[in-house]
């Protein structure tokens, strides 16, 4: 099975990092580049060809619209999935065509690999790839508190539990998801924020 190779393009350098990390731990998705620009995007796009395109709908020097319209030219069948915290301008559906398609800011990360898998299909096996498949329930419930910003006491209380044990479940989680402190944070917040 090939890898797919993605190219994220974002602006907000903590999110990009966030997301490129997030998307190397889904083992079908191989070389994920990045840039912050729209320039830099398209100097990419005519040296590299990927998969799948990731894009922020606002950038510093354009907007996804204008990257879309530039790789098109040249790669007709470039796929994208643009992320926008904006609601789809007027008279651009969700599915804008078959190659372009939008995802919420707000939503969760899961969401972003649900239409991932609806691109590629087989070639990326389901939840399990993800990290937090690794995690027991209890472990998921702490990590999903520990994105909302809730301490370790406040976590404990809320599952009537003691501080040491979210304590060891936090050392959990992190040694199995390779992250600690603010990283568990973020994760946490993207992963299950709805």
Known sequence: ????????????????????????????????????????????????????????????????????????????????????????????SENASPRVCWIDKNHTFYSLKERIDSLFGPRIKGHDDLPVSRLTGREREVLQLIGGGFT???????????????????KSIAKKLGMSGAELVSYGTMFFRS
Do not use: N
């Open 1 to 92: 099975m090939k890898s797919l190779s993605l190219l994220l393009v974002e602006d907000q350098v903590m999110f990009l990092d966030l997301l490129q990390s997030m998307l190397k731990t889904i083992r079908s998705i191989g070389r994920v580049g990045t840039a912050c620009t729209l320039g830099d995007a398209r100097d990419l796009c005519v040296v590299h060809d990927y998969d799948l395109i990731i894009s922020d709908y606002m950038l510093p020097d354009g907007s996804a619209h204008d990257l879309i319209r530039d790789v098109h030219r040249l790669k007709p069948d470039q796929d994208f999935i643009i992320l926008s915290a904006l609601p789809v301008p007027e008279g651009v």
């Open 152 to 170: 370790s006491k406040e976590i404990a209380g809320r599952l009537t539990l003691s501080v040491q044990t979210i304590e060891t479940h936090r």
